[in-house]
C-alpha cells in the first residue's frame, strides 16, 4: 500500500516535498515512481528511483528543479519539487514496481502498485 501526501496550493517560484510513504511487503519494491496528471493531458512520469541502487530517472520538464530520494529505513520516497511553475499544477501520484526488470520503468505501465493522489496547485 502506499500513501502520498504533502500536496497544496503553493506560488510560482516556491518549494514543495511530496512523500510516499509504503507499508505491506515493502521488500519487494524494486522501483519507485512519481506521476502527474493535469487535467487533460496524459500521466507522465516525472521521476523514478530504483529501491536498491538508487539510481534515478528524471523527465526533461523537471530536471534540476525536482530531486527524488529514499530513505529505506521509513519505506518512503520522496520529491523534492523546487523552483515551482504554474505548469507544474497536476495530482501527483505515487507508483511501485514490485518485480524485477532491465531498467527503471518510465511508465505507467511500468508500475503495478498506486497510490492516491495529492494535488500540487501553482497559483502565478
Known amino acids: 500500500q502506499l500513501q502520498a501526501s504533502g500536496g497544496g496550493l503553493v506560488q510560482d517560484g516556491d518549494a514543495l516535498r511530496l512523500s510516499c510513504a509504503a507499508s505491506g511487503r515493502t521488500s519487494s519494491n524494486y522501483h519507485m515512481g512519481w506521476f502527474r496528471q493535469a487535467p487533460g493531458k496524459e500521466r507522465e512520469c516525472v521521476a523514478a528511483?530504483?529501491?536498491?541502487?538508487?539510481?534515478?530517472y528524471y523527465a526533461d520538464s523537471v530536471k534540476g528543479r525536482f530531486t527524488i530520494s529514499r530513505d529505506n529505513a521509513k519505506n518512503t520516497v520522496y520529491l523534492q519539487m523546487n523552483s515551482l511553475k504554474p505548469e507544474d499544477t497536476a495530482v501527483y501520484s505515487c507508483?511501485?514496481?514490485?518485480?524485477?526488470?532491465?531498467?527503471?520503468?518510465?511508465?505507467?505501465?511500468?508500475?503495478?502498485?498506486w497510490g492516491q493522489g495529492t494535488l500540487v496547485t501553482v497559483s502565478s
Open positions: 528511483v530504483n529501491w536498491n541502487s538508487g539510481s534515478t
Open positions: 507508483a511501485a514496481r514490485t518485480s524485477r526488470t532491465l531498467g527503471l520503468p518510465t511508465t505507467a505501465l511500468g508500475y503495478n502498485y
